[in-house]
């Protein structure tokens, strides 16, 4: 069962692959962005995932978590989403 912690790091994450998404069109012209975790790690901070945790992590070592999940997301080919799948991730590792 999810913790209301996990899950409001599952929203947050939800809301940052929105707005990365519009990002990648918009800013990018629909390039991939291949620097997408620093970007992920920076809106996550700026919107609220940092009073998630005490000390919130910062945004190089959030960013090298979420690019290290994301890997393991694709390896285990889980049916959870991204967001349910990397937020109790993210509680563990900070």
């Known amino acids: 069962m999810s913790s209301e912690r996990e899950n409001r790091i599952a929203s947050l994450l ?10 990648e069109q918009e800013e990018l012209n629909g ?3 291949k620097d997408w975790p ?6 996550l901070l700026e919107n609220g995932l940092a009073s998630a945790f005490t000390p919130p992590p910062g945004q190089l070592a959030l960013a090298e978590a979420l690019e290290s999940i994301s890997a393991e997301h694709k390896e285990t080919d889980s049916e959870q989403s991204w967001s349910e799948f990397s937020a109790p991730r993210l509680l563990a590792a900070f």
């Open 31 to 33: 390039e991939y962005d």
């Open 38 to 43: 620093q970007w992920y790690a920076a809106w």
């Open 14 to 23: 939800t809301a940052a692959g929105s707005a990365h998404h519009k990002y």
